[in-house]
């Protein structure tokens, strides 16, 4: 193992020495410095910087360390805490869910028993595991990041190689600070030009996972470039990375740069004095050389995208919020050639451009009430239907054609580790200033740490929102999955900033549309599925 593969060098100092103009990719940098040893004809052993431990998926980890005797072999560079099962209500009293508590309970033990440090709930550190890491400067750039979590990805937007393992994989990097990987291959997407006025970067995401859709980054670890990343806020690449997996793809990053810098600066557990100036040198290494090869290469024009929401059961079943549901499956997706944008899958996905047909082929050309198909009257999932639709469409109690726009909703979910930072909260708030929650809407605001909270109320946020009707929830995972007290009714429409709108995602039967935290405000005012950006002043979005 390099020598520079230790507690005091965490994505400091390069373990090797890089040859400028080499063609590296950013991916290569960071992986080939972490290498262990290859296994001839096998895996690579590689050294993880970092471990986060939620309580889901590590008390058989923990289990198998002490069936063998182990110890962990760097506790230093081990963190836990529970976010899947903790109530967003009343956290200071016991949890009411037997198995709720057993996990989070059983988590706080094994983290005493082998010496990590806990981050329970009711701490001021506490949080959903993927928006504290970033913000206390836990997550930094040229680290390997690894949890027992899909949306561990999360970290890349940082500039490190996070992915998410499982449970016996938990054990192994416990017990040695390693892990047996495959290298992934290499994808570069890049989205140019400027984002039109009310589209974010979840926008962008469910526009990528539109058009490569849930499988089309498999095998992939995916570096995103261009404008409009290099323009979002450290706050968007989190989300933009956190999606990744939604595509396929192992994880996904962003090369570090001035945004990533000015955002770790200070944090807790960011280097400081000395050690900032030489981790920083460092870090501006971090990008792929000018003639790095990629084994796949993608450009998409930010003009192509607008606010988007899903119709279907996957996140990658969307549609731009002003477009109609497709009126036939969509074809496999050929490769985009570098430059060509994304119009052709666009096209291919649309049908017509994107236009609505007239109701005799297929569709109404407008919302339906919650009660017209599914639960209230029309096909359940399990039957054919009437009209050809599919099962994801029978399940959404939506039809081919139909134009989503002035749908009603039940329930708006704004959090999870996709959108639960205080860049969502602010842009929540921005739309409902001065306005009022529609009747009939169930809102959860719920921040993704306890951090996102204070300074929501430091900003006077919670006064904005109180006024329109709102009540902010306490952190959590909350409504992203149905593994605490939040869960969305059968039948019931969710419009959720979460990441994944599965069957029962959100409870046995919920059905949930993924969008951003502008669009989830805009229907969470009007009790419709609504454009955000229809609130504007002189052209520009209301800021608070």
């Not at 979002?232 to 793809?249: K, V």
């Not at 749908?407 to 708006?412: N, W």
Request: hydrophobic share 35%; proline share 7%; glycine share 12%.
């Amino acid at each position: 193992m390099n020598k520079y593969v230790n507690e005091e060098n965490i994505g400091v100092t390069a373990p090797l020495p890089h040859r400028e103009g080499s063609g590296e990719s950013l991916l290569s940098k960071i992986w080939d410095r972490h290498v262990v040893q290859q296994v001839e004809d096998g895996p690579t052993q590689l050294y993880i910087d970092r471990l986060y431990c939620h309580e889901v998926t590590s008390p058989q980890a923990f289990d198998g360390m002490r069936r063998r005797g182990l110890r962990c072999f760097r506790p230093k560079q081990i963190f836990c805490m529970p976010d899947h099962n903790t109530p967003t209500h009343d956290q200071d009293k016991p949890i009411e869910d037997p198995v709720s508590k057993k996990q989070v309970d059983t988590l706080a033990k094994n983290a005493a028993d082998f010496g990590l440090t806990h981050f329970g709930m009711m701490s001021p550190d506490n949080g959903i595991i993927h928006v504290v890491g970033p913000e206390k400067g836990l997550s930094l750039p040229g680290m390997t990041i690894v949890c027992g979590d899909s949306h561990t990805s999360t970290h890349g937007a940082v500039g490190a190689v996070a992915f998410g393992i499982g449970t016996s994989e938990v054990e192994m990097v416990l017990a040695s600070q390693c892990i047996l990987q495959q290298k992934p291959k290499s994808m570069r997407i890049s989205i140019n030009g400027t984002l039109q006025q009310g589209v974010t970067a979840k926008d962008v995401a469910l526009y990528l996972m539109a058009q490569l859709t849930t499988s089309g980054a498999t095998g992939y670890f995916v570096e995103y470039s261009g404008d409009v990343v290099r323009n979002l806020s450290m706050e968007g690449r989190l989300t933009l990375c956190n999606l990744s997996i939604e595509m396929g793809a192992r994880g996904g990053f962003v090369a570090p740069d001035e945004v990533t810098f000015a955002y770790l600066k200070g944090r807790e557990y960011a280097p400081k004095g000395e050690a900032w100036d030489k981790a920083v040198s460092y870090w501006k290494t971090l990008r792929s050389d000018d003639d790095a090869v990629f084994d796949k290469e993608l450009t998409f024009d930010a003009a192509d995208i607008e606010p988007r929401i899903t119709y279907g059961t996957n996140p990658g079943m969307g549609i731009g919020i002003t477009e109609c549901i497709p009126v036939s499956p969509r074809p496999t997706p050929q490769p985009l050639p570098v430059g060509r944008g994304g119009d052709t899958s666009k096209a291919n996905h649309l049908g017509v451009h994107g236009n609505c047909p007239p109701p005799s082929q297929g569709g109404d050309g407008g919302g339906s009430s919650p009660s017209q198909g599914g639960d209230g009257g029309g096909s359940s999932p399990s039957q054919g239907g009437d009209g050809g639709e599919s099962r994801p469409l029978q399940y959404m109690g939506f039809k081919p054609g139909q134009k989503l726009l002035g749908h009603p909703i039940d329930y708006v979910f704004l959090g999870a580790c996709t959108n639960g930072r205080i860049e969502d909260f602010r842009a929540f708030a921005s739309i409902v200033k001065g306005r009022r929650k529609a009747d009939g809407v169930v809102a959860w605001l719920v921040p993704g740490s306890w951090a996102v909270d204070r300074q929501i109320r430091e900003e006077g946020l919670d006064k904005v929102l109180e006024a329109a009707g709102f009540q902010i929830r306490q952190p959590g995972c909350s409504a992203c999955l149905a593994m605490n007290d939040d869960k969305v009714p059968a039948g019931k429409y969710c419009l959720s900033t979460s990441n994944r709108n599965f069957e029962g995602r959100q409870g046995p039967g919920a059905r949930t549309i993924l969008c951003s935290p502008l669009t989830a405000a805009a229907a969470a005012v009007t009790g419709v599925i609504t454009d955000p950006r229809s609130f504007s002043v002189n052209g520009q979005r209301s800021k608070v």
